[in-house]
């Protein structure tokens, strides 16, 4: 089993970045692929990015594709997304996940959320 927790949300002007990071408790972080999804309000959950369990591999949603970057350090339990060029339609609560094995976007755990607003 694995606890995920969510820290690096905000307030953020249109146009910034922000990154958010996820630490994960236990001693198997590298047995498991990462992703990050979000939720805005009234919408449903949404497929961000994932990285695989040694990080050589990412995937990224249309939506933000070449704005956000997923990375992970297995030294430190952690995974992040580093957002730029942030618009208003990126409010929403943002959430890790964890798959364990192979990423297909069906994670086993997930993280409590961190609310990431963007302003005009």
């Known amino acids: ?59 990224y949603a249309d939506s933000v594709k070449g704005r956000f970057t997923i990375s992970r350090d297995n030294a430190k339990n952690t995974v992040y997304l580093q957002m730029n060029s942030l618009k208003l339609e990126d409010t929403a609560v943002y959430y890790c996940a964890a798959e364990t094995g192979t990423w297909t976007r069906r994670p086993d755990y997930w993280g409590q959320g961190t609310q990431v607003t963007v302003s005009s």
């Open 1 to 59: 089993q694995v606890q995920l927790v969510e820290s690096g949300g905000g307030l953020v002007q249109a146009g910034g970045s922000l990154g958010l990071s996820c630490a994960a408790s236990g001693r198997t972080f590298s047995s498991y692929s990462m992703g990050w999804f979000r939720q805005a309000p009234g919408k449903e959950r949404e497929f961000l990015a994932a990285i695989t369990r040694s990080g050589a591999g990412t995937y």
